[in-house]
């Protein structure tokens, strides 16, 4: 059981480059989520998700795609990498929308230059 | 909308003295509410949640918060700190169909 996994743990992109942010449970988790945290902001929301299919937007979306395809999988797309998208990012994930407590992944640190 | 302040951005307290990490949510029914540590460079570690019943809940390191709905406030708290202890903070809730919302946290820094 290895709960959930984040890819790369680190990264440096150009500005202008695109990636993927990988993220991936195998716990049957239908909720995921992105966050990104910065210095004196804390932890905000990029995008989430409650089931295959199905994506929302959160508190800071710009610039970043998302995609449910499968229940396991929640990538991270950055269409065209800017610096102030330098940041670590966390992916998390529950089993539903009641009483369940968060799984963090361990966060990738990305910068852009 | 759903939000989450943690008052003090950064508290200094010295080894065995007492601690209150203050936290406060805006949500009109009663949210699921929790308190993660981080240390430097590391992810996410769960302190204790609250999610109905007993207003004061116990965690682990020796950690417990009360829940107070007249002061919409879920402050955490511990007896004697310890060095080890010196980490950064972070409060969030949720309710049941809502994405968890952190506050922007409070780092705690233990001095001998």
């Known amino acids: 059981n290895a709960g959930v996994t984040q890819t790369p743990k680190f990264q440096v992109l150009k500005t202008g480059q695109s990636m993927t942010l990988q993220c991936a449970q195998d716990m049957n988790h239908e909720y995921m989520s992105w966050y990104r945290q910065d210095p004196g902001m804390g932890l905000r929301l990029i995008h989430y998700s409650v089931g295959a299919g199905i994506t929302d937007q959160g508190e800071v979306p710009n610039g970043y795609n998302v995609s449910r395809s499968t229940t396991e999988d929640f990538p991270l797309r950055l269409l065209s990498a800017a610096p102030s998208q330098t940041s670590v990012y966390f992916c998390?994930?529950?089993?539903?929308?009641?009483?369940?407590?968060?799984?963090f992944g361990s966060g990738t640190r990305l910068t852009v230059v | 909308a759903q939000s989450v302040t943690q008052p003090d951005i950064h508290i200094t307290v010295s080894e065995g003295a007492s601690l209150e990490l203050r936290c406060n949510y805006s949500?009109?029914?009663?949210?699921?509410l929790f308190w993660y540590v981080q240390s430097p460079g590391q992810g996410l570690q769960l302190l204790l949640k609250y999610f109905s019943g007993d207003t004061l809940v116990q965690g682990i390191k020796g950690f417990e918060a009360e829940f107070k709905r007249s002061q919409s406030s879920f402050n955490l708290r511990k007896p004697s700190v310890h060095w080890s202890d010196a980490a950064e903070y972070f409060c969030a809730s949720s309710s049941g169909n809502t994405p968890l919302v952190f506050g922007k946290g409070t780092r705690l820094s233990v001095i001998a």
């Open positions: 949500y009109g029914a009663t949210p699921y």
């Open positions: 998390a994930s529950r089993l539903d929308r009641g009483r369940d407590r968060y799984t």
